[in-house]
């Protein structure tokens, strides 16, 4: 099913990649470094998404426990990330493959011009057969601006590089009907939807190092559909895991995209981790929005939430306070509250302009 695939996004996590004695495990990289260079002799470009560097961190500064501090968890990463990128770089080079160190924060991909050239960067080394490794920035980014786990950093990624196939590599096999280290009757789950709501009551929590567990993994798998690529959860201490998926082998849990991939514009609206502001429409536009695919107008609208620029991507939500959608908005929150509930074509005489017909135009909105 992947062998025409060009693209993967390969994620691995801090529990499969480090030991809280030890730190870096050295013979998984020169596994999965073996692996990718494979990969790469197949035709297939890897964007590698490695988790690690605070664990590693912790290791180089002697810290036995992961710290609560922000800024003591940022000097683990900073000083992490030099051992981590090191090691990828000695192992990459017992294959002849450059790798380039990439680190992002959730600003990065909120704001549109920083995510356009952070595609053409990645683009750039994947065409000049570099192997971009991508983490999060955590020397630098706090609670406000994170993306929380590199599950939904990858899945990000995915969608930023256009990847056929997400491989979210694991200290686990897969996804199971239940925990199978408390319940002898779990059975793997060889293949189900991405974005099925039954999975979720499946799925257990991150353990010590790392901050995700299966549910973020899920999550990512839902992200990555969006620009239609195949998810795959599975066991990365298997010497020829990534082999295995590129001939098809049923290893792991595969999660397929069951909605038409939409728009790379729309992919990166609907990215958004962290929005603050919100748009609360009534029944009628929230029946037209999810029904007819509209665009939102004004006369829809009963309340505006927060603040926001022309530009901004805000949330839309019914008078429940359920969201409907998300979408990049027309005017600022000044202007958008003067015109709440009228007619479009009396915009100019409230505004003294109009720029547009609508607050979020259906181009620029996405709607679940």
Not at 8 to 19: E, N, Q, R
Not at 248 to 276: C, N, S, Y
Request: charge should be negative.
């Amino acid at each position: 099913m992947l062998k025409e695939s060009k693209v993967w996004v390969v994620k691995i996590g801090s529990a499969l990649l480090t030991h809280p004695k030890s730190g870096l495990n050295k013979e998984i990289i020169a596994n999965l470094t073996r692996q990718i260079a494979e990969l790469r002799t197949q035709g297939v470009a890897v964007v590698l998404v490695s988790s690690g560097s605070i664990a590693e961190g912790l290791h180089r500064l002697n810290i036995a426990q992961r710290p609560k501090e922000l800024h003591k968890l940022q000097a683990a990463a900073a000083t992490g990330q030099m051992g981590l990128i090191h090691s990828y770089e000695q192992a990459f080079n017992q294959h002849n493959i450059i790798c380039a160190q990439v680190l992002l924060t959730h600003a990065d991909l909120a704001n549109r011009m920083r995510y356009l050239n952070a595609r053409r960067t990645l683009q750039t080394l994947l065409e000049m057969d570099a192997v971009p490794i991508i983490n999060e920035n955590d020397t630098v980014v706090n609670d406000e601006i994170r993306f929380g786990d590199n599950d939904t950093l990858a899945a990000l990624v995915a969608n930023l590089v256009k990847a056929d196939a997400l491989v979210i590599l694991t200290d686990q096999d897969g996804l199971f009907t239940a925990d199978p280290s408390k319940d002898t009757s779990a059975i793997l789950i060889h293949s189900d939807d991405a974005g099925d709501s039954k999975l979720e009551v499946m799925a257990g929590e991150g353990g010590e190092l790392g901050t995700g567990g299966m549910v973020t993994k899920l999550y990512a798998a839902e992200k990555a559909a969006r620009s239609g690529a195949i998810t795959i959860i599975t066991n990365g201490r298997n010497e020829h895991s990534l082999s295995s998926i590129l001939n098809g082998d049923k290893i792991g849990t595969w999660l397929f995209p069951v909605q038409e991939k939409i728009a790379a514009r729309k992919q990166w609206i609907a990215g958004h981790a962290k929005i603050d502001s919100q748009i609360v429409v009534d029944a009628g536009a929230a029946k037209a929005l999810k029904q007819t695919g509209s665009s939102l107008l004004p006369i829809g609208v009963k309340a505006i939430k927060g603040q926001f620029t022309q530009g901004d991507v805000v949330l839309v939500v019914d008078e429940q306070g359920n969201e409907i959608g998300r979408g990049m908005v027309h005017y600022d929150a000044q202007a958008a509250q003067k015109i709440i509930g009228l007619a479009s074509d009396k915009i100019e005489s409230i505004l003294g302009y109009a720029d547009e017909p609508e607050l979020i135009h259906r181009d620029n909105l996405v709607v679940y």
